[in-house]
């Protein structure tokens, strides 16, 4: 069986993070969907590791062959842990090479995974989970960046932030 791990932090979930997902569970029999959750950047996320996993889950319920994990550590460790052999990018940019280029030697050189790049799709090229943040604290219209019920909850926890809310 062809196992990959899609990694990320996912604060929030964007239309490119499940773009890069659906395209993935094409190419492999199993996909996991491995959420950072180190615990000395939790003040730093909007969200919780709970609350992007469930947002995730929800994000990936019509790809059968993907399921969504928390980790926290080398994402190497949980790649022997979960027998799986690749890791897949996606690539915005040129810029976004450098930096997972050095990261799949890195990875390579600790364990047998091989990294698989995807660049993504045009639409979603110049997204990412920190400017969907910024514009939406702003006020800025991100409907179309991330799936509604990211939205919502996007929506909902910004406005907890500004009343001063407990929030993430």
Sequence with gaps: MRRAVCPGSFD??????IDI?????????EVVVA??????????RLF????????LEEACAPFGNVTVAGFDGL???????????????GLR???DFDYELQMAQMNSSLVDVDTIFIPTSPEYSFLASSLVKEVATFGGDVSSLVPPFVLKRLTERLAERAAGGAGA
């Design 75 to 89: 994402l190497t460790t949980f790649c022997e842990q979960n027998g799986i052999k690749a890791i897949v990018k």
């Design 48 to 55: 919780t590791a709970e609350e992007r996993i469930a947002m």
């Design 35 to 44: 959420i950072g959750v180190n615990k000395s950047k939790a003040s730093a």
């Design 93 to 95: 940019a040129v810029s």
């Design 12 to 17: 929030p979930v964007t239309n490119g993070h």
């Design 21 to 29: 997902i659906a395209r993935t569970s094409a190419l492999f029999d």
